[in-house]
């Protein structure tokens, strides 16, 4: 499958095979080494550990929309039909949240229109927000555009998923406070809402299950295969590529049935943050009252 992207010509200076190369990448993602370690398990120099990790991951992102696609409808029934067995909460397909997926230190190389404070994101470190669409299988689209200061609804409300998402009715997308509620989206009712209301307590218990799911555990399963995501070293575009590459590595693995990684300590990154994040109104009222009698209907047919 990457083979043609990685060979070589000619034999001239004795150049490292596709295997090799492919190792060293995996080896440098699911290690979170230094690309001189990475260079050091394969023989090699620095300079050319960091040329493989390019290739590689250049590679995989190519190939990202054989791997990271919108399921079908007949898929997203079935992810459906799961969904309501275990959470009692029908039409919910798809699942929608950002993951701060961190820097080191300030990103290196940024486009001219860029600066390094805009990457420094609630957590009080650089990070990219990286919104992604999932079921409770695999990664469905993918956002790495997004500076770590950006809120999730802005991220949303410019994505061109959205867009798609929102042209039909058939099914519902979880999400959690962050983001603004329309006939698509789901979010939980706020605090002072469920706080006199056990139904809507309720409610937002088994959303909260569902997202979890959907998102919040594959996101898990993500940063543990690949701890390089805990810790992006290198310059800001290859950075943005390794995270799509990851994640079509990741979609891979779910497509060949690997076993998840052993659960490490819960990553601060991991940990659910509704009620810290400022919420931002959606000026279209009326898409926004539309979403809350959805909301309230799911919520008294429970």
Known sequence: MMEPDLVYDTNRGVPMSPELKVCLALSHYGGGHFQRVSGLYCGVSQYAARQAVVQVTDSLVSKRGQFIFMPTVTQMEETSRRMFERFHLPKFGLAVD????R???APRKLPGDKHPQQYWCRKQCFALNVQV???????????VGWPGSTHDARVWARSEVKQYLEQQRRFLVAADSGYPISEVVIKPYSTNESAQD???????RRL?????????????????RFPILKALRTDFSLSQKTVVATAVLFNIGRMLN????????????????EE???????????????????RDRLCNNM
């Open 198 to 204: 056990a139904r809507k307590k309720t409610f937002n």
């Open 103 to 105: 820097f080191q230190d």
């Open 276 to 294: 810290g994040r400022h919420l931002i109104e959606d000026d279209a009222g009326s898409v926004r009252l539309r979403g809350q009698a959805e």
């Open 133 to 143: 669409v999932a079921n409770q299988d695999y990664f469905c689209d993918i956002d």
């Open 258 to 273: 690997d076993e998840a990684p052993e659960d490490d300590p819960l990553d601060v990154d991991e940990v659910l943050d």
């Open 98 to 101: 950002g993951v701060q997926v």
């Open 208 to 224: 909260s299950g569902l997202r979890t799911v959907m998102t919040e555990n594959l996101f898990g399963i993500w940063k543990r």
